[in-house]
């Protein structure tokens, strides 16, 4: 007696479970994923905006940089301006004192039978032209420049004899240098006190030696 067993519904089952384990398998493979790519792409968005709010900080900041650069900017220029103005005023001024010291020392110094007729000035460099009685008048006041102390290196250019005003005199120009004469140790500039000439100081100095 041959006895048969039907095994197709068995295997039809197995196969049956195996696709539903499979189904089951692929399903929370893709949850899984789904959700690692919210939690990946939730986590890059909070990153990306954390970065752009640095950035918008950082963008304000500079802006208010900038803005404070500008200001120092024209500060400087502002104080540039202020100290040429000061620049050009205290030259004013110590050009003003030294053409005053200029005519005082010629007043002092122009000996009898000298007559300027022009005086040239450009900074430190000044040229003197008159006329003079004689050759021995020039010098005499080219002595007195020298020993003036506010002058310095007088030098001769011309002398020659003309005719002025029927008499034969000595037409002559010569340069000097102004130079202010130097404060003594010890002393205060603003003391009011008039400087020594060439002369004193230098008679000065030799008693000190033979002393």
Same mark, same amino acid.
């Given at each position: 007696?041959?006895?048969?067993?039907?095994?197709?519904?068995?295997?039809?089952?197995?196969?049956?479970?195996?696709?539903?384990?499979?189904?089951?398998?692929?399903?929370?493979?893709?949850?899984?994923? $789904?959700?690692? =790519?919210?939690?990946?792409?939730?986590?890059?968005?909070?990153?990306?905006?954390?970065?752009?709010?640095?950035?918008?900080?950082?963008?304000?900041?500079?802006?208010?940089l900038d803005e404070q650069i500008k200001e120092i900017d024209e500060l400087k220029l502002k104080t540039e301006a202020l100290l040429d103005r000061?620049?050009?005023?205290? @030259?004013?001024? =110590?050009?003003?004192?030294?053409?005053?010291?200029?005519?005082?020392?010629?007043?002092?110094?122009?000996?009898?039978?000298?007559?300027?007729?022009?005086?040239?000035?450009k900074g430190n460099n000044v040229k003197l032209v008159g006329y003079a009685q004689s050759n021995a008048r020039v010098a005499s006041l080219m002595?007195?420049?020298?020993?003036?102390?506010?002058?310095?290196?007088?030098?001769?250019?011309?002398?020659?004899?003309?005719?002025?005003? @029927?008499?034969?005199?000595?037409?002559?120009?010569?340069?000097?240098?102004?130079?202010?004469?130097?404060?003594?140790?010890?002393?205060? $500039?603003?003391?009011?006190?008039?400087?020594?000439?060439?002369?004193?100081?230098?008679?000065?100095?030799?008693?000190?030696?033979?002393?």
């Amino acid at each position: 007696m041959t006895v048969r067993i039907n095994l197709l519904p068995h295997r039809e089952q197995k196969r049956a479970a195996r696709q539903r384990q499979f189904i089951i398998l692929s399903g929370m493979v893709l949850g899984f994923g $789904a959700i690692i =790519a919210i939690v990946g792409h939730t986590v890059i968005a909070t990153q990306i905006g954390n970065q752009e709010g640095r950035n918008s900080f950082l963008s304000a900041e500079i802006t208010k940089l900038d803005e404070q650069i500008k200001e120092i900017d024209e500060l400087k220029l502002k104080t540039e301006a202020l100290l040429d103005r000061k620049k050009v005023v205290e @030259s004013l001024q =110590a050009d003003r004192s030294m053409v005053v010291h200029l005519l005082d020392q010629l007043v002092r110094g122009l000996p009898d039978g000298v007559y300027l007729k022009s005086i040239d000035r450009k900074g430190n460099n000044v040229k003197l032209v008159g006329y003079a009685q004689s050759n021995a008048r020039v010098a005499s006041l080219m002595r007195s420049l020298d020993d003036s102390p506010w002058m310095e290196s007088p030098a001769l250019i011309e002398t020659k004899a003309v005719i002025q005003n @029927s008499l034969r005199v000595s037409e002559f120009s010569l340069n000097i240098k102004l130079t202010p004469p130097k404060v003594p140790e010890g002393k205060d $500039a603003a003391s009011g006190s008039k400087p020594a000439s060439k002369k004193a100081a230098a008679s000065s100095n030799s008693k000190d030696k033979k002393a």
